[in-house]
């Protein structure tokens, strides 16, 4: 992906205080974590990523990136696929 950002004259992340400057999914850094819980949150997160994804993806439609959008795609069938498997087994 960084070949993409450059190509398209952007710039892409450079370092882990860039990377956790830029991070939208908050860490959950407790010291245990009932299962149900992990289930609820890890769906939560894909339904968000799933959004970010989405929003990206316009971003990519307005600038004519079509190898970046069918990436996108991808990722995007990906996660709601997971998001429903998540949602089934939390019921």
Same mark, same amino acid.
């Given at each position: 992906m960084p070949q993409r950002a450059r190509k398209i004259g952007g710039t892409t992340l450079h370092s882990i205080n860039d990377i956790s400057r830029h991070q939208r999914l908050k860490d959950n850094n407790a010291e245990?974590?009932? @299962? &149900?819980?992990? @289930?609820?949150? &890890?769906? /939560?997160d894909s339904l968000e990523l799933t959004r970010y994804l989405r929003a990206t993806h316009e971003i990519c439609e307005q600038h004519n990136d079509v190898a970046t959008a069918s990436l996108i795609e991808n990722w995007i069938?990906?996660?709601?696929?997971r998001t429903c498997? @998540?949602?089934? *087994? *939390? /019921?």
């Open positions: 245990v974590v009932e @299962l &149900l819980d992990m @289930l609820v949150e &890890l769906r /939560g069938d990906e996660t709601e696929r498997f @998540l949602s089934e *087994i *939390i /019921g």
